[in-house]
C-alpha cells in the first residue's frame, strides 16, 4: 500500500484547503483511510477516517463542521476539505490506512502511512 499526500501550504485564518491522498497498491474496498494531523511535541492526533466502502466518515470533534472527507472512487484518491481554518490547525497533516478495522481513532492501529503534508494557518 502506497499513500502520497498533498496540497499543504500557508493559508489565513478562515482561509480553505483541500489535501489529497493518493491510493495505490491494493483494492481498498474493506479499507479505512484516516487523516491525522501532528506538531512538534506533541502526539499525532486523529481528524478524520472514511470507510472505503460505506463512505461513513467520522470526524474529531474539534473540526467537526468544519472538515469533510471525501473520495474519488475512479482516481484511488481521498480528499480532506478544510474550510474556516484556524491557526490551531497548523500542522503536518498525514493519511493512513487501516484493513478490516471497522473505524478507529488510534495511530497504531493504522499500518500504512503516507508522508505528511504541512498546513500552516496564519492569523
Known amino acids: 500500500v502506497q499513500l502520497q499526500a498533498s496540497g499543504g501550504g500557508l493559508v489565513q485564518a478562515g482561509d480553505s484547503l483541500r489535501l489529497s491522498c493518493a491510493a495505490s497498491g491494493r483494492t481498498f474496498s474493506t479499507y479505512t483511510i484516516g487523516w491525522f494531523r501532528q506538531t512538534p511535541g506533541k502526539e499525532r492526533e486523529f481528524v478524520g477516517a472514511i470507510s472505503w466502502s460505506s463512505r461513513r466518515t467520522y470526524y474529531a470533534d474539534s473540526v467537526k463542521g468544519r472538515f469533510t472527507i471525501s473520495r474519488d472512487n475512479a482516481k484511488n484518491t481521498l480528499y480532506l476539505q478544510m474550510n474556516s481554518l484556524k491557526p490551531e490547525d497548523t500542522a503536518v497533516y498525514y493519511c493512513?490506512?487501516?484493513?478490516?478495522?471497522?473505524?478507529?481513532?488510534?495511530?497504531?492501529?493504522?499500518?500504512?502511512w503516507g508522508q505528511g503534508t504541512l498546513v500552516t494557518v496564519s492569523s
Open positions: 493512513a490506512a487501516a484493513n478490516n478495522i471497522g473505524f478507529s481513532m488510534v495511530v497504531a492501529r493504522y499500518g500504512y
